[in-house]
C-alpha cells in the first residue's frame, strides 16, 4: 500500500481495524494523504483517481470485505485523521 500509494503521488499514512461507525458497525480506515491536484482527476462515482487505484489494490488483497466505500477527512464515519497511531495498527 506505501509503494502504490507512492507512486500515486500520494502518502499512506496509516490504516486502522479498531474504529466503527456511528451504528456500531465495526470498520477499517485507510489515511492517505492526497495531492490537491489529484482531487481534479475524477473518475467513476466521482472518487479522485488515485483513491480508486488504492482501493482496486485493497480490494484484491481483501476480497472478503463487501460495501467500500470512501469518505474524505473529516466526511462520515470519521472525524479527522488518526491525531494519534491506532491502538491495532494493520499493515498491508
Known amino acids: 500500500m506505501t509503494e502504490l ?13 479498531d474504529d466503527s461507525s456511528e451504528d456500531g458497525v465495526p470498520y477499517y480506515a485507510w489515511w492517505v494523504r492526497v495531492p490537491q491536484a489529484e482531487h481534479a482527476r475524477r473518475g467513476q462515482d466521482d472518487v479522485p483517481v488515485a483513491v480508486d487505484r488504492l482501493r482496486q ?24 485523521p488518526p491525531a494519534a497511531h491506532c491502538a491495532s495498527p494493520t499493515t498491508i
Open 5 to 17: 500509494a507512492a507512486s500515486l503521488g500520494c502518502v499512506y499514512e496509516a490504516c486502522c481495524d
Open 57 to 80: 489494490y485493497l480490494a484484491t488483497q481483501l476480497p472478503d470485505l463487501l460495501g467500500w466505500r470512501s469518505f474524505p477527512t473529516g466526511s462520515s464515519p470519521s472525524t479527522g
